[in-house]
């Protein structure tokens, strides 16, 4: 296996063009289509769900002489946070409801478009006391929840009628801007980085695979998934083949948290439980060995592409692949090192093969030919022998 250099200016007007087209989870159309363009600009081959779901084949190109060869997984989102027109105030403004988990703090103040059925209108979210001159202190004391919010629409509509004339409708999907800053230190600050950033790193990696022609000892489907956000993802379209699934997405940065924004995070345990022993230990085993610097991290309150696989059924080890991220699912930071380093250790995966070699069978008749996790010296005990009870009464 060699470390390939990757395409950074790829990389960045990758990124650049995914934050430039909206794509909260259930108005994702758009970003399917450019994704697709950009995988034939690449010259991967793919396939699409009915839902769009994308499957990027990079072929397997090294012989296989065994019965049954598996494949493996890589799983990036497309789609991000946004929110939907919940209800029109008689005011004229706009009530919302999330789409994703995230908290009304990060919405105020954000501009956004209001998608309609005819058109699309701008707008600004703001809390319902947003004038200081007239409220005064109590603009401090409002609430942060999404019932304190309200989207000022850039039109002249004053009253619920007025807002239906023009077309909004309960339903429209709202999706807020990035704003982004690629700056000359190598940060990057966007609202959306999760996961545009993950699934422009795998983008790159899959470029860097197909210029310089790596050997490839095993089917690696590439997945761009569009529910994530709502806790679904990679429920479906991982094909019965695969035997291992790493999802791509961002790592919480904080106090307390090994994530950092500088180098790769692999979190060895997310909200659904640990990762597999064997596939994140081998991931942490490639970034020593290749010079790739590493963080280690558990994740509490957090769901992945990897997760959503194991959760549909799919018998298929897992492991997450993070760039650092600070301020998640706000307007997120991060460095383009740490997006560097990830597509470069995705290469790397590409030309690994299967973690355990009896993973190229599909069922085991035996536990002679199953994997172990500890040696036999790790689980030996060496217990302090007890006195006999007998003999200290007498």
């Not at 002489?65 to 497309?78: D, E, G, T, V, Y």
Request: net charge negative; glycine share 8%; hydrophobic share 40%.
């Amino acid at each position: 296996m060699e470390r390939v250099p990757v395409d950074v200016d790829f990389l960045k007007s990758s990124l650049l063009e995914l934050l430039a087209i909206p794509s909260p989870t259930g108005l994702t159309d758009a970003i399917v289509h450019y994704t697709g363009k950009q995988l034939d600009r690449i010259g991967v081959r793919y396939e699409l769900t009915r839902r769009g779901t994308i499957r990027a084949i990079l072929p397997r190109n090294m012989p296989e002489r065994r019965r049954f060869s598996p494949a493996c997984a890589i799983a990036a989102h497309l789609d991000t946070l946004g929110a939907m027109v919940a209800a029109i105030n008689s005011n004229g403004r706009l009530l919302l409801m999330p789409v994703g988990t995230w908290s009304s703090r990060w919405a105020e103040g954000g501009r956004v478009t209001i998608f309609t059925e005819n058109g699309s209108f701008r707008g600004s979210v703001l809390p319902l006391m947003a004038s200081g001159h007239v409220y005064n202190e109590a603009v401090d004391t409002q609430p942060v929840t999404w019932d304190q919010l309200e989207v000022r629409v850039d039109a002249e509509v004053y009253s619920a009628q007025d807002t239906a004339a023009i077309g909004i409708q309960v339903g429209d999907f709202v999706a807020f801007d990035p704003n982004p800053e690629i700056l000359e230190n190598g940060f990057i600050v966007s609202r959306h980085l999760d996961n545009k950033a993950g699934a422009a790193a795998l983008l790159t990696a899959m470029k860097a695979a197909v210029d310089a022609k790596v050997p490839i000892p095993m089917n690696c489907h590439c997945l761009f998934t569009l529910t994530e956000e709502v806790g679904l993802g990679a429920r479906a379209g991982i094909d019965k083949d695969v035997s291992e699934v790493i999802g791509v997405d961002i790592g919480p940065v904080a106090t307390g948290q090994g994530a950092r924004e500088l180098g790769v995070t692999i979190p060895l345990m997310d909200s659904a439980g640990p990762h597999d022993f064997h596939l994140t230990r081998r991931l942490l085993a490639l970034c020593r060995e290749y010079g790739i610097p590493s963080n280690r991290d558990v994740f509490r309150y957090y769901h992945s592409d990897a997760g959503a696989a194991v959760s549909a059924g799919h018998d298929v080890r897992t492991a997450l692949l993070c760039f650092g991220t600070d301020a998640s699912h706000g307007y997120e930071r991060t460095h383009l090192s740490s997006l560097v380093h990830l597509a470069e250790l995705l290469v790397l995966y590409m030309q690994a093969g299967p973690t355990l070699p009896e993973d190229r069978h599909p069922v085991l008749e035996s536990v002679d030919d199953f994997s172990h996790q500890l040696d036999a010296d790790q689980m030996a005990r060496n217990e302090t022998p007890l006195p006999d009870a007998g003999s200290i009464v007498e």
